[in-house]
């Protein structure tokens, strides 16, 4: 599901904190077995894996024409690991819809002036597999970053962009795309004008989370034949309308 919110619309829409989703027993026993298997298997391969709070949204209410009410709350890491490693639908059938916290990422997609868009290979060192295309950003952890409004949203992008790339980031050129929803998330897409051609695009490489970093045009998107994450698939749905926005 694509929401096309505007930035204004955004700011003006409240926010509300509810505790997080007490689970069951039963739940958090499977829980810790695969969280307890995957950081053997992280450590195994040399990550730096760690447990902590990711901001989830727990509901989204249109309240009349002009207002918004973001319910947030947070979730564990872990749960995320749990989710990936047995499946949504594994999830939901055995444990129920409260167990499906519906955790929020930041991602942002830059576009050269030439018209291509900017995608990162994820390296070893984060919780993806190794070699990877996906999108700048990540999960809004609460360890990072406090989210207090909806103003923080943006701000969360822009720390996500210039601890990963190279960018300075020149807040009239990022803008809000689009929320995203799918795999049981929310993604906070942003979209961010470079003031380079994409022949240029080693400027703002920064070695750490990303191997590399790729410009594809429309079709090169499309046709990539490489590992993916979710996001950059889910990316082929809008993709043609990005740079119209």
Same mark, same amino acid.
Request: proline fraction near 2%; charge should be negative; hydrophobic fraction near 30%.
């Given at each position: 599901m694509i929401i096309h919110l505007s930035e204004t619309e955004l700011l003006k829409a409240q926010i509300s904190f509810q505790p997080p989703?007490?689970?069951?027993?039963?739940?958090? @026993?499977?829980?810790?077995?695969?969280?307890s298997e995957h950081i053997r298997k992280a450590y195994k391969s040399g990550k730096n894996i760690w447990n902590g709070i990711i901001y989830t949204i727990n509901d989204w209410i249109q309240i009349d024409e002009e207002n918004l009410l973001i319910k947030l709350s947070s979730c564990e890491f872990k749960d995320i690991v749990f989710?990936?490693?047995k499946g949504v639908t594994y999830v939901l059938n055995n444990y129920g819809i409260d167990s499906m916290s519906k955790f929020i990422t930041l991602?942002?997609?830059?576009?050269?002036?030439d018209g291509k868009y900017v995608f990162g290979i994820r390296g070893n060192t984060t919780n993806v597999k190794n070699g990877s295309i996906g999108l700048i950003g990540g999960t809004a952890n609460k360890d990072e970053m406090e989210i207090t409004s909806t103003v923080d949203f943006k701000k969360f992008m @822009?720390?996500?962009?210039?601890?990963?790339t190279?960018?300075?980031?020149?807040?009239?050129?990022?803008?809000l795309f689009s929320i995203n929803q799918f795999n049981g998330k929310f993604e906070f897409?942003?979209?961010l004008v470079l003031n380079l051609n994409s022949c240029e695009i080693d400027k703002i490489f920064r070695k750490g989370e990303f191997v590399d970093i790729l410009c594809?045009?429309?079709?090169?998107?499309?046709?990539?034949?490489?590992?993916?994450?979710d996001a950059f698939r889910y990316s082929k749905l809008y993709i043609?309308?990005?740079?119209?926005k």
């Open positions: 989703t007490q689970m069951s027993s039963r739940y958090l @026993i499977e829980r810790e077995n695969v969280w989710r990936n490693y991602d942002c997609i830059p576009v050269t002036n @822009i720390k996500e962009i210039e601890e990963e190279q960018i300075t980031v020149n807040e009239h050129n990022l803008s897409l942003y979209k594809l045009s429309e079709q090169e998107v499309f046709n990539y034949k490489g590992k993916t994450l043609n309308s990005l740079n119209r």
